[in-house]
């Protein structure tokens, strides 16, 4: 299996889900279990479905945690010198060329990906068109809304 990239950040959430997992929510199912079993026949128990399918989805997500931290490559970019270099991690301020609109964006793995709050996915088609290239660099990216030519005007490694 390959590498995955993942921030320290992100590796910690990961962790934290995989504790909240394994320590409160696999048992709290568990408990649900037994009690729906308790109901009596098992073939007409809702309760006892709808616990075991959401064991199900707990085990399948420890699973999918469990994989993804034994393959993470994780990166810190706050132990590496900055060289205005835009790499995974990074903190990325655009301007449109277009618009005069600023915009910072920080380069993150799949799983920690939150538009909403700026971070962006190293997958994203304005990552990939930001990765490699430096400060005060103008870049045209492909995004799904047509073209927009931004120019880098703040790289950092935080």
């Known amino acids: 299996m390959s590498q995955y990239p993942m921030t320290a950040r ?3 959430m990961l962790r934290d889900e995989l504790n909240e997992l394994k320590t409160k929510t696999r048992p709290r199912i568990i408990e649900s279990i037994a009690e729906a079993r308790e109901h009596g026949d098992l073939k007409e128990n809702a309760e006892y479905h709808a616990a075991r399918e959401q064991q199900s989805f707990c085990e ?5 945690i469990e994989g993804k931290l034994s393959n993470a490559q994780i990166i810190d970019v706050t132990k ?7 790499i995974f991690g990074t903190t990325v301020t655009i301007l449109n060329v277009d618009s005069d609109e600023e915009t910072t964006y920080r380069i993150v793995g799949d799983d920690e990906a939150d538009i909403k709050n700026n971070l962006i996915s190293v997958n994203s088609p304005i990552a ?3 990765i490699g290239k430096e400060l005060d660099d103008t870049v045209t990216i492909q995004t799904p809304s047509g073209t927009v030519e931004v120019e880098i005007i703040e790289v950092e490694y935080i």
């Open 80 to 86: 590496m010198e900055n060289t205005g270099k835009v």
């Open 128 to 130: 990939r068109g930001l």
């Open 60 to 64: 399948g997500r420890i699973q999918d």
């Open 10 to 12: 992100g590796a910690q």
